[in-house]
């Protein structure tokens, strides 16, 4: 006889999670972790700082036309994802709408990884992200010191590109400025 049938999970088991859990549904099953530490943390909010330039209407020498959010709920395709960062292309998201969830696919994914997610992210999260319709994907490690960008091509992410330690990344879509990567590390 085979394995009884798991139990699809639900938004109400999500918001269960104890205080301080980042909650996740990914095909049908409930991830739960807790908050990163202060290594992934600063990684990203540098990162995101660092594209402010983009998070704009592109007046003056901005690039603009993104909206880039920490750590936003993604509803899609029946997973609740949760990446460290993401972005909207303003022509796609005219405005920003006052949610708690995103049900419109980001148009750029960015995950920190860390020794308890990397796995997860490297494969099922970012296949979950080409299959619901994301463009483009990083991964950053702050252990290694390296950032990878990543293109959804004819079905596959295709990695366009990878920086390690002090270089200046110029990373798809983000490629119009050179972000030096020092300041992300914590050495």
Do not use: N
Not at 39 to 55: E, N, P, T
């Amino acid at each position: 006889m085979g394995a009884p049938a798991r139990k699809q999970a639900t938004y109400a088991d999500l918001v269960s999670l104890p205080e301080g859990l980042i909650g996740e549904i990914l095909d049908g099953e409930l991830v739960a972790q807790p908050r990163p530490a202060a290594r992934h943390q600063r990684v990203a909010s540098r990162m995101g700082y660092r594209l402010g330039a983009f998070d704009s209407d592109g007046g003056g020498d901005e690039p603009g036309g993104w909206w880039l959010l920490d750590e936003p709920e993604l509803h899609l395709g029946g997973h609740v994802l949760v990446p460290d960062l993401a972005g909207w292309r303003r022509e796609r998201m005219p405005v920003i709408p006052d949610v708690a969830a995103f049900e419109l696919v980001p148009d750029w994914v960015c995950e920190v990884l860390s020794a308890s997610t990397s796995a997860r992210d490297r494969t099922q999260k970012l296949r979950i992200y080409l299959e619901v319709g994301a463009r483009s994907a990083w991964l950053i490690d702050p252990m290694a010191a390296t950032l990878e960008a990543f293109r959804a091509q004819e079905g596959a992410w295709l990695r366009v590109g990878a920086w390690a330690g002090d270089e200046a990344a110029r990373a798809e879509p983000f490629d119009a400025i050179a972000l030096g990567l020092s300041e992300l590390w914590l050495r």
